[in-house]
Each structure stands twice: as C-alpha cells, then as structure tokens.
C-alpha cells in the first residue's frame, strides 16, 4: 500500500495499491510474507493470539466518537465480515486505555488504527478483544488520551488533528529512521509515551512530527512480541530494498512507501547527496517528478512528489510510474 499526503498535510488520505507482474530486482517473496503476516495478524485480532508486530503497521486516524460512516463505514465492515479486532476497555468509566479499532488491509501488510473513544458497545458488537496490545508493555504512568482537548497526556502535550493523523512502522532501528526523517524530510523529534532508549520488557519508540499540522510519522520496536519464527530484524533485512537502490535497481519492497506532496524536491536531493544516500529519480508522463528513497535498517521507502526540479540529475526508466495527480485537496 501507498499512503500519500498533498501540500500542507491536509487531513485526507490516498490508498493505493500496486500489482506488478514484473517482478522488479529482488529475491524478497512478497506473496510469502504477506501470507505469513495475514496469519499472525489473523490471530491477534481475533484474540486467539497474543499481539504481531506487524500490527505496528499502520495509518492512524481519530474522529472523537464520529468514526462509523465518517472515518471507516464500520457497520458495512462488520457485516461483511472484514477483519478486526479491537482493544481498551469500551464504556469504562476509569478507561486508562484508548479504545482503538484495528482493521487489517487485506492482501498487504498494512492494517488500519482507528480511535473509537466515546462508541458504544452496540456500535462495536460482536467484535474480538485483543489478548493484549503496545499498551500492556507501555511502562509509563498513564496513557488517558483526553477528548475534550484532544491529545495525548504525557511529559509534553501532543494535540492530535482529526481524520488522518499518522503513519506508523515496525522498524527494527527506531531513531535511525526518525533521525533520518529530521535530517532529510524537515521533520521534528516530537514526544512519545513510550520509553526511550529501550528498556527491557518494553516497547520502544521514536516519534517525529511535520510542521504546526500535526502530522506524525512513528516507528515502534516491539520486540517482547517476536517470537521463535519471526524477528523484527530479520524481516526488515528480508524486504530491505537499499543495496538495490544503491545500485540503481528498484526492489519490489519499495511500493511499499509513505508518498509526500512537496513544493520542490531540490533540497531533500541535496539532502539525500549530502549523507552519500542512495536515491532514484523518475517522472511521470505528466512531469511530474518522483524522488525514492529508502531509510536505512528499517527497509522503509519515502518517495517525495512535485512538479519543480531544477537540480541536474539522470532519470531513472526502470519503472513505469503512476501519475496520482495533484495529491492536495
């Protein structure tokens, strides 16, 4: 899946999905992990399982309490029998957890995060109740999130915007990936609940923030939840596409990317040469320009759009690239 934001982060969201019989460079078997990520996810929403990882990869979206044919037609959902599961405590009046719907992306390895604080239990019924979830090794002192304010309550005040609020990723190197955000992509360390640097028997994150709208970009290590069969590291070796970009080859994992609308991609190409990052050029047959890039240890692709480019670089045709259009709304 592809997410994308226009100009300005305004508070809506393009999903896109690629099918590519191609086969571009690359050993890594994405219809094997993608079946093998189904079943763990599978089992965690359904609370047959304790909580996956892969869960970790997701958007985030809030809407106080107006989320059922607004955010997600969640009634249509749970007639048809879509998979998800959901965790915090509905209707208790002492809630320290925030209730948050999961929703799992069928054919990807992407699932959806959805704060339901003030439904009913008649508006979730029926659903499964995780075993556990990221707050049960939260290791802080709360994690209320206040609707009259609309943030979190922690050692800094985060307020949250509406609709489309974050992009989440498993990752195996949490503060490489938000350092390379700032130094690259402009973005801003910003507070997380969670502790860092990690402390045994915890989840572990770093979060970042673009600019006064509040858009947030979050990379969590959760490793009280690998197990024998999977670890968080070796599957970001497995999907990692970066030797590949550093040879000028586009690897399959890099649909897999968080899309920005941005004024002109000269300054993140300067960025990208100035730390020796490996990067690809291409453009559309509306030229519009499209800048990939990889985090490094985390095999999490960024790709930056725009119609401006005036820094002499070669273009890459080694892929067909799909024309979004004007991304801002």
């Not at 799992?104 to 439904?119: C, D, F, R, S």
């Not at 673009?210 to 969590?220: A, I, K, P, R, W």
């Not at 069969?229 to 970066?242: K, L, P, R, T």
Request: glycine share 8%.
């Amino acid at each position: 899946s592809t997410l994308a934001a226009g100009k300005d982060f305004p508070q809506h969201q393009w999903l896109v999905f690629i099918s590519d019989p191609a086969a571009p460079t690359g050993i890594w078997n994405a219809t094997q992990m993608v079946a093998e990520a189904e079943s763990m996810i599978r089992l965690a929403l359904t609370g047959v399982g304790v909580y996956s990882p892969w869960i970790d990869n997701h958007d985030g979206y809030t809407g106080w309490g107006q989320f059922d044919g607004v955010l997600m037609n969640v009634t249509a959902a749970l007639e048809d029998g879509v998979l998800m599961g959901l965790y915090g405590v509905i209707g208790s009046e002492e809630q320290q957890d925030v209730p948050l719907l999961r929703v799992y992306i069928p054919g990807t390895l992407w699932t959806m995060e959805i704060n339901v604080h003030g439904a009913g239990p008649e508006a979730l019924g029926g659903l499964d109740v995780m075993e556990s979830g990221p707050s049960s090794v939260l290791c802080m002192p709360s994690t209320v999130t206040s609707p009259e304010t609309n943030s979190f309550l922690g050692e800094e005040l985060t307020e949250l915007r509406n609709g489309w609020w974050k992009a989440t990723y498993m990752a195996s190197r949490p503060e490489i990936a938000a350092q390379f955000m700032v130094d690259i992509l402009g973005a801003a360390h910003t507070h997380s609940p969670y502790p860092w640097p990690p402390v045994e028997g915890c989840v572990a994150t770093r979060w970042v923030q673009f600019g006064d709208d509040n858009l947030q970009v979050h990379f969590v290590l959760a490793e009280e939840f690998e197990t024998a069969n999977f670890s968080i590291a070796e599957v970001d070796q497995a999907m990692s596409g970066f030797e590949a970009l550093e040879s000028g080859s586009f690897h399959a994992s890099m649909y897999n990317s968080l899309v920005l609308e941005v004024d002109s991609l000269d300054e993140y190409l300067l960025r990208l040469k100035a730390q020796s990052m490996p990067y690809m050029l291409m453009q559309t047959t509306s030229k519009q320009y499209v800048l990939f890039m990889i985090i490094p240890k985390n095999a999490i692709t960024v790709q930056l759009r725009s119609q401006h480019l005036s820094v002499e670089e070669p273009i890459s045709e080694s892929i067909c690239t799909e024309d979004f259009g004007q991304m801002a709304f």
